[in-house]
């Protein structure tokens, strides 16, 4: 088993930036591609980026590129979304998740077999 605990939400204005963290704890010999989804109120999961265990290639979602980026330092099981030029519908829960099964991550939610609980993004107009 693994656990995931995101950190770093808060309320910010627009044009601001926020860096959200997820620690993995547990079973965590071997690093796993993660993921980052969020969820705004009446939406459904939606992905925003992933990154490979070695922290190559990530990608991201149209919506983010070029305002959000990830990254990971496996010698803290810890992943990272830098998030900036923030804007209000970007408001959400965000979501850190790793894919054991698939090298390079996965925009898919199904993909992912261990979710953290969450952190709140507010980003005023």
């Known amino acids: 088993q693994v656990q995931l605990v995101e950190s770093g939400g808060g309320l910010v204005q627009a044009g601001g930036s926020l860096r959200l963290s997820c620690a993995a704890s547990?079973?965590?010999?071997?690093?796993?591609?993660m993921g980052w989804f969020r969820q705004a109120p009446g939406k459904e999961r939606e992905f925003v980026a992933a990154i490979n265990p070695r922290g190559e290639s990530p990608y991201y979602a149209d919506s983010v590129k070029g305002r959000f980026t990830v990254s990971r330092d496996n010698a803290k099981n810890t992943v990272y979304l830098q998030m900036n030029s923030l804007k209000p519908e970007d408001t959400a829960v965000y979501y850190c998740?790793?894919?054991?099964?698939?090298?390079?991550?996965?925009?898919?939610?199904?993909?992912?077999?261990?979710w953290g609980q969450g952190t709140q993004v507010t980003v005023s107009s």
């Open positions: 547990g079973r965590t010999g071997s690093p796993y591609a």
């Open positions: 998740a790793a894919a054991p099964r698939y090298y390079t991550g996965s925009p898919y939610a199904r993909d992912y077999d261990y």
